[in-house]
T-cell receptor, first 116, second 115 residues
Framework: GAGVSQTPSNKVTEKGKYVELRCDPI?????LYWYRQSLGQGPEFLIY????????DSGLPNDRFFAVRPEGSVSTLKIQRTERGDSAVYLC??????????????FGEGSRLTVL | AQSVAQPEDQVNVAEGNPLTVKCTYS??????LFWYVQYPNRGLQFLLK??????LVKGSYGFEAEFNKSQTSFHLKKPSALVSDSALYFC?????????????FGKGTRLSVIA
């Protein structure tokens, strides 16, 4: 597709369960970002990949959160032992080259996670 | 550390009137400033950015923003609002001296344009 694709669009899970959220960036985009948006808040940075490696994971809230991008394209955000406070919309964005360095990001529609 | 403040949770304006959505920022170096818009059930969309040069930046859908270094502000403006402009607007900043750091977003301002 032409844009950033995120699946699932909605995920409801129970406290303590494991969750995976997937992001398929725009083809050719080397940079990929994960953000989290809670109700009434702006997007909060989680992690940034340049190619396959995590260039900055300083936004991950704790060790229950982990993300991978093994082939430099699709990325998966993994949340272990989910807690009710993890409920939010998880946004993925990608960018490429100079546009990336100057911050112009292309966002997906997000994955809404609800932890009961 | 960089930060952004959007002092208004909600802005209401009548259709055809000018609109302003306020943003102030804090960075240690020179700022790269952005506005994004989020329509219901849609992803964030880029509107415009300031990197360097002219303080008045023009963007998509007739929006513009003015960079004011002395007031550390980057307010979003439009001369004549449309009902279709109703959405959630986010200001974002990154510091040009910090390598490829991610964007830091404000909390957002909900714009409601009334017919």
């Amino acid at each position: 597709g032409a844009g950033v694709s995120q699946t699932p669009s909605n995920k409801v899970t129970e406290k303590g369960k494991y969750v995976e959220l997937r992001c398929d960036p725009i083809s050719g985009h080397t940079a990929l970002y994960w953000y989290r948006q809670s109700l009434g808040q702006g997007p909060e940075f989680l992690i940034y990949f340049q190619g396959t490696g995590a260039a900055d994971d300083s936004g991950l809230p704790n060790d229950r959160f982990f993300a991978v991008r093994p082939e430099g394209s699709v990325s998966t955000l993994k949340i272990q032992r989910t807690e009710r406070g993890d409920s939010a919309v998880y946004l993925c964005a990608s960018s490429s080259g100079l546009a990336g360095a100057l911050g112009e990001l292309f966002f997906g529609e997000g994955s809404r996670l609800t932890v009961l | 550390a960089q930060s952004v403040a959007q002092p208004e949770d909600q802005v209401n304006v009548a259709e055809g009137n000018p609109l302003t959505v306020k943003c102030t920022y804090s960075v240690s170096g020179n700022p790269y400033l952005f506005w994004y818009v989020q329509y219901p059930n849609r992803g964030l969309q880029f509107l415009l950015k300031y990197i360097t040069g002219d303080n008045l930046v023009k963007g998509s859908y007739g929006f513009e923003a003015e960079f004011n270094k002395s007031q550390t502000s980057f307010h979003l403006k439009k001369p004549s609002a449309l009902v279709s402009d109703s959405a959630l607007y986010f200001c974002a900043v990154r510091d040009d001296g910090s390598g490829n750091t991610p964007l830091v977003f404000g909390k957002g301002t909900r714009l409601s344009v009334i017919a």
